[in-house]
């Protein structure tokens, strides 16, 4: 583990003008660049390319997360405006359940301007099919940097996810340094985004479009599913000088019964879309290596912590750890596994389901290109410097990269 914390962050650096910053994506998804590492070589295609691209042998898992529209604006009577940002459900604390809430919930939230909110229910009326609701939002305890507020409304027709769709706005990344555009709530969001929760798109599935999708279908290329709600935590940079003073931000997954037999069963290459799904498929080695010390662990212990993977405990066999999810699930009825993780990916790591990834180029002294770099043996810089001098766009709406190490 010393090895890891002690990672200095500035070698994680690298120029990023502003021109390289992708502000809009392109028109059709398919055509945005692809860089391809193999085995040490890079190659340049389209992303349209991608089924002929892929070993044959792949197995892509994709995040279907969707983003909400959780950026709120109430004017208080002295006319301060005040931004309530919803980063995660608290009361109901399941997702599912907070936006079909109808009267009212409460999450936990970011306040913009909150000198401005010491106290007092700001109201502002919504007009949903010609109906006006008045929504009021009051801010509670603090929890860190955020506050709960709690979320109530006069029509009990009406859901929190009706709301948030009519006086919400998409959330785009703060380096994109532009307001929201109407063109984002479509060209944000993946193809195949089905479960809403998510502040932030998983960026590396933006590329995909049906047409791809049915060509991996006519090549045998079997797709599974996982959802990771993507937390404002992934814009958080790395302010400490090693990563031993970096805490890392915890996401809510949510993984099926079925994909983990796939998993179990496959003696394909499994491909993450994404980092989210990286993330995600690693923390189950480490639950299924929790179950493995404690069968009976209650559910809510199950999360993966920050710095879980370098506490030199003796690994265990990958789908063993996997099998062990399947068994508690069995036990306990249950055909989905949900829960949490704060899982920090990083040069001294040792991966253990993930074979391949497709992701996008990250921003400098990012946890995210520590993941990277942990995943291509630290060859993450030759990377860059390629897709730099080679004219690829960088970050959300950016080109993306299909590491095969």
Request: hydrophobic share 35%; glycine share 6%; proline share 5%.
């Amino acid at each position: 583990m010393q090895k890891t914390q002690n990672i200095r962050i500035e070698d994680f650096n690298y120029p990023l003008p502003d021109e390289r910053i992708a502000k809009f994506p392109l028109s059709k998804r398919d055509d945005s660049k692809l860089l391809v590492y193999r085995k040490g070589e890079i190659e340049e295609h389209r992303f349209h390319e991608l089924p002929k691209v892929l070993p044959v042998d792949s197995l892509l898992v994709f995040n279907n997360t969707r983003v909400i529209q959780a950026r709120l604006h109430f004017r208080k009577e002295t006319g301060a405006l005040i931004e309530v940002f919803c980063l995660e459900p608290l009361e109901p604390h399941e997702y599912s359940l907070s936006f079909q809430s109808t009267g009212s919930c409460s999450w936990l939230c970011l306040v913009g301007n909150l000198k401005k909110w010491k106290n007092g229910v700001l109201t502002q009326s919504v007009n949903i099919d010609g109906k006006t609701v008045n929504f009021c939002a009051e801010r509670r305890l603090p929890h860190g940097n955020a506050h709960e507020v709690h979320f109530s409304w006069d029509d009990s027709d009406v859901t929190f996810a009706t709301l948030l769709d009519h006086a919400g706005e998409l959330p785009i990344p703060p380096y994109l340094n532009r307001e929201t555009a109407e063109s984002d709530k479509t060209t944000y969001q993946t193809v195949y985004s089905k479960i809403e929760g998510s502040v932030a798109a998983p960026t590396a599935g933006l590329h995909f479009t049906p047409e791809v999708l049915n060509k991996l279908k006519e090549k045998n290329i079997p797709t599974l599913e996982l959802t990771l709600h993507v937390g404002a935590g992934t814009f958080k940079p790395v302010k400490s000088e090693t990563l031993e003073g970096h805490e890392m931000h915890t996401e809510y997954i949510s993984v099926s019964r079925n994909l983990i037999d796939e998993l179990i069963r496959t003696d394909r290459r499994v491909i993450a879309v994404g980092t989210t799904s990286v993330r995600t498929l690693e923390s189950l080695y480490y639950i299924g290596k929790m179950l493995e010390h404690d069968p009976n662990i209650l559910p809510e212990s199950l999360t993966v912590g920050q710095w879980q993977p370098y506490d030199g405990s003796e690994e265990i066999d990958s789908r063993q750890s996997l099998r062990n999810i399947v068994e508690y699930l069995d036990r306990r009825n249950m055909d989905r596994l949900v829960t949490a993780t704060q899982i920090i990916i990083a040069p001294g790591y040792r991966y253990h389901i993930v074979q391949g990834m497709i992701t996008n180029f990250h921003q400098p002294q990012s946890t995210l290109l520590l993941l990277v770099s942990a995943f291509v043996n630290g060859r993450w810089r030759e990377i860059y410097d390629y897709a730099l001098s080679h004219d690829f766009r960088f970050l959300s709406y950016g080109d993306s990269s299909l590491l095969l190490p």
